[in-house]
């Protein structure tokens, strides 16, 4: 397939890119590289050393002798050449990676909340509209969040994507009904998310595009298999404040003795996924495409749950690494439960990789390798959620150690 890969110079996008180049699929990738201006804005950089986008694809065409194509276009800018790219192109499948994805970022001033609305919400529906502008019928892939489903206990499984309800009829009988599963954001960020969910409702009932929304958990883990092949092929690994996922942060902070910072209780449970199995759940998702006139169709992209607290408490014992309890920045219930179906990709043939001393450690032996690059003034998460949780990280003592830990 001629496959377009928008963000394909991103976290997930990248090693993506490999993965289905791999495969044999002809590969496009479209980015702004505004990620990379963001590691500029905020003073920090990826703790593995990322080559330029242009000399990461020639290497990969070095290693294996396939070409991956880049195209510098912004999606929520620059629409006229979105559209005459895709009219010219026409790919057969299109993964939408190209949104801000920091819950954290979105949250540290107004600046920063307009920026993620207007790029994140902008790009999916210039891609939308363009689509049906052009007539192209290719299935549109696009990576969600969990965090549209907040993380509230309801106790009862979250569904994937689809919630069967009864409604009342005035006639006083019952009838029935499935809904997209209401949702509940936590941030800017998870709120356009939300946002996306309805443009692909609207674009597939009105348009017929064929869509899928994977609502992915919090991704772990460096390498995939293709990443390993050419050191210049590594992957990128945030630890800041802003984009450092919760597991990788800790895994980087035991590797250069710094504590593992747990904001609140920890109870907070969130789902997990490897990044190998991301990229093997966009390939299945690709190959179970929905047909036309089909509603989007929802997979739950995660592969297990965990307390925050109990993942430190694992990596503290794994490597020796104390912990240090911090006020929390977000406004959030202190404890939840997280129950999640993902029996769609399981069915599809997807073999869990979960949590696993090897696995982790391999993390560690990366971060350890590049420490040296670690900027310890980055890595407190110091983003507040509201004004009032801001003033008392400004003024309080005890919240100043979110700076300072």
């Known amino acids: 397939m001629k496959i377009a890969i928008l963000g394909g110079d991103g976290f ?32 920090v950089q990826s ?64 600046r920063h909340k307009r920026y993620t609305v207007n790029n994140n919400v902008n790009a999916t529906h210039n891609l939308l509209n363009a689509l049906v502008e052009v007539e192209l019928d290719a299935h549109l892939v696009h990576l969600g969040t969990m965090g549209v489903y907040g993380y509230s206990t309801i106790g009862a499984a979250i569904p994937e994507g689809y919630l069967p309800v009864g409604i009342e009829t005035l006639g006083g009988e019952t009838v029935r009904q499935e809904i997209l599963y209401p949702t509940r954001p936590g941030s800017i960020y998870h709120m356009t998310k939300s946002l996306d969910q309805i443009l692909f409702q609207f674009y597939a009932q009105n348009d017929g595009l064929r869509i899928t929304d994977l609502h992915q958990g919090i991704v772990w883990g460096t390498h995939t298999e293709q990443t390993r092949r050419h050191v210049q092929l590594i992957n990128r690994f945030d630890y800041d404040g802003d984009y450092g996922t919760v597991l990788n942060r800790f895994l980087i902070q035991a590797a250069i003795g710094y504590p593992l910072t747990v904001h609140g209780t920890g109870g907070q449970t969130r789902a997990f996924i490897h990044i190998q199995d991301s990229v093997r759940c966009i390939e299945l998702a690709l190959k179970d495409a ?12 995660m592969t297990e749950t965990h307390r925050v607290r109990d993942l430190a408490e694992l990596v503290a014992e794994m490597t020796g690494a104390h912990i240090a309890w911090l006020p929390n920045p977000r406004k959030e219930a202190a404890e939840n439960e997280l129950v999640v179906r993902n029996d769609q990709f399981l069915a599809l043939g997807l073999d869990p990789i979960t949590l696993r001393e090897g696995l982790l450690a391999e993390v560690v032996d990366v971060a350890r390798r590049y420490s040296y690059r670690v900027d310890r003034s980055r890595i407190p998460s110091v983003s507040a959620w509201t004004r009032e949780i801001a003033n008392l990280v400004e003024h309080d003592p005890e919240h100043r150690g979110l700076r300072s830990a």
């Open 12 to 43: 997930v996008g990248w090693p993506t890119a490999l993965h289905l180049s791999d495969l044999g699929h002809e590969i496009h990738i479209l980015d702004n590289l505004s990620r990379r201006w963001i590691d500029t804005e905020l003073g």
């Open 47 to 110: 703790l593995t050393p990322m080559d330029s986008i242009q000399e990461r694809t020639r290497i990969w065409h070095a290693e294996t002798g396939r070409r991956i194509r880049f195209h510098l276009i912004d999606l929520a800018r620059d629409y006229e050449i979105l559209k005459a790219w895709l009219g010219e192109h026409r790919p057969e499948a299109i993964i939408h990676f190209a949104e801000q994805r920091a819950a954290p970022y979105s949250m540290k001033s107004d």
């Open 290 to 301: 929905p047909k036309r006139g089909d509603r989007v169709r929802i997979f739950n992209q």
